[in-house]
């Protein structure tokens, strides 16, 4: 009896174990691999999801970083800057239409805000995180480390994996008037 009871407490013990690692959340992190986290971790974080890079060279000196960015915490939290080793400036852009009916790629002022439990996407012709004065080529396969920097000054780390993408042509040489409707900056 006393056998069946502590063989029954061990079973009993190793079932909880299993049910308890159950709760973790499998995520995905920055660099596309599974992660286990705990529940508790992933829901208070702002985590970024299928995050890449648009192949560039030096010489054509920018690129930008897309992805889905989701806030997990029980607070409004807001991206406020954006870094890299990768490129000598890093801003926070958006697309906007121009009065003429153009786009024109320009910084976000004030940021990028995350409501809580929300999510927003990074895409070309949209809200990005913009990489210029590049420091060296960027080739598909390779990995760019961004961090973007929040309100309450938490960091978020990617590694990004550099993809080729043949759209968002993006360069800061007008290639119009905004007041005639044509671009301001290819690409978006």
Known sequence: MRKNLTTTLIALSAAAALGLTGCGASTSNATGTAAATSTQAAHDSVMIADAWVKASTQKDGM?????VV????????????ASSDAAGMVQLHTT??????????KE???GF???????VT????ADHVMLMGLKRDLEAGDTVDVTLTLDDGTEVKVSAPVKAFSGAQESYAPTGDSSTGESSHAGH
Do not use: Q, Y
Not at 63 to 67: M, N, Q
Not at 113 to 119: D, F, H, N, Q, V
Not at 122 to 125: F, S
């Open 108 to 110: 976000k002022e004030g």
């Open 70 to 81: 989701t806030n997990h915490t029980g607070a409004e939290r807001t991206i406020v800057k």
């Open 96 to 105: 906007v239409t121009t009065a003429g009916g153009g786009t024109e790629m």
């Open 63 to 67: 690129s930008a970083l897309f992805g």
């Open 113 to 119: 805000p995350l409501a809580a439990g929300a999510s």
């Open 122 to 125: 990074l895409e070309p012709g």
